[in-house]
């Protein structure tokens, strides 16, 4: 069942889109080799805590903490552990944040220092394809427009979409139907109407698309240990127009010339 919510509400949503984005700023300007996870993910929660939010993953289904956090092959929800940064790896900082009620969920994966060439074209061609899934999301379009047009871009680059994982709705619930996923055909799923709020969030392969869970029963990397690359914005359909609630403006700052 899809919650379709009203411009009120989705001015509601607001601030918690607002607080995410600020957060992943705040991330952002502290990602270089020698720092573990754990600090990153103590920085996100203080911040969420001392601007009013609640981080929504701490404690979620017992997921242990504020970040999932995504080191070269991890995919998603990784754990924030002692792991030092090192020059050449890429991190992926997903969070969800809780704020008056409502939640907002956004994702972003960064390179530590120097990376390599091709790891550099893993994340810009990841990110691109977020903003051609936005572009396809249009009311009165269908979900599998959106599916196909990010699978289209990343496979026509040699790249791999998972399948097991997809985006969602959100709204006072971290997920809500519908399902987003990364794959699909045109003209096909639930068709995108005024009032409905998702996540696209594209999680693409170097290698090839099939993935395992580790023994921590959270922990999702790809099965060839290539890595994966993850980024995601929080969206409504608002008045026939396409609205990006979350912003990558903060991480921009913090990055300078160094933003891709
Ligand atoms: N941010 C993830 C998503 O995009 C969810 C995190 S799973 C959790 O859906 F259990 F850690 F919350
Ligand atoms: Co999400």
């Known amino acids: ?153 990343c496979e026509a680059r040699g790249y791999s979409m998972v399948r097991e994982m997809c985006g969602h709705g959100i709204g006072r619930d971290m997920h809500e139907d519908p399902e987003v996923p990364n794959y699909g055909r045109r003209g096909t799923g639930p068709v995108m109407r005024n009032g409905m709020v998702f996540c696209i969030e594209p999680m693409v392969n170097m290698g090839t698309r099939n993935i395992v869970i580790e023994r921590d029963g959270w922990t999702c990397r790809t099965r060839d240990r290539k890595p994966s690359a993850h980024f995601e914005h929080t969206i409504a359909i608002l008045n026939g127009e396409t609205e990006i609630l979350t912003t990558f403006d903060y991480v921009r700052q913090v990055m300078g010339d160094r933003f891709f």
């Open 1 to 153: 069942m899809i919650y379709l919510k009203t411009p009120e509400q989705i001015d509601a949503m607001r601030p918690a889109c607002d607080l995410i984005s600020r957060c992943l700023g705040e991330i952002a300007a502290e990602i270089k080799p020698g720092v573990t996870t754990r600090r990153l993910d103590t920085i996100a929660r203080e911040y969420i805590l001392d601007n009013g939010g609640k981080p929504a993953c701490l404690g979620y289904e017992g997921f242990p903490a504020t970040l999932c956090i995504e080191v070269n092959e991890t995919v998603v929800h990784g754990f924030p552990s002692a792991y030092c940064l090192r020059e050449g790896d890429i991190v992926g900082i997903d969070n969800v944040v809780e704020k008056d009620g409502w939640m907002a969920d956004m994702c972003y994966t960064f390179p530590v220092g120097e990376v390599s060439d091709e790891v550099m074209d893993l994340l810009r061609t990841t990110k691109e394809s977020l903003y051609v899934g936005i572009e396809a999301a249009r009311a009165g379009h269908r979900l599998g427009d959106v599916g196909s047009a990010v699978q289209q871009y």
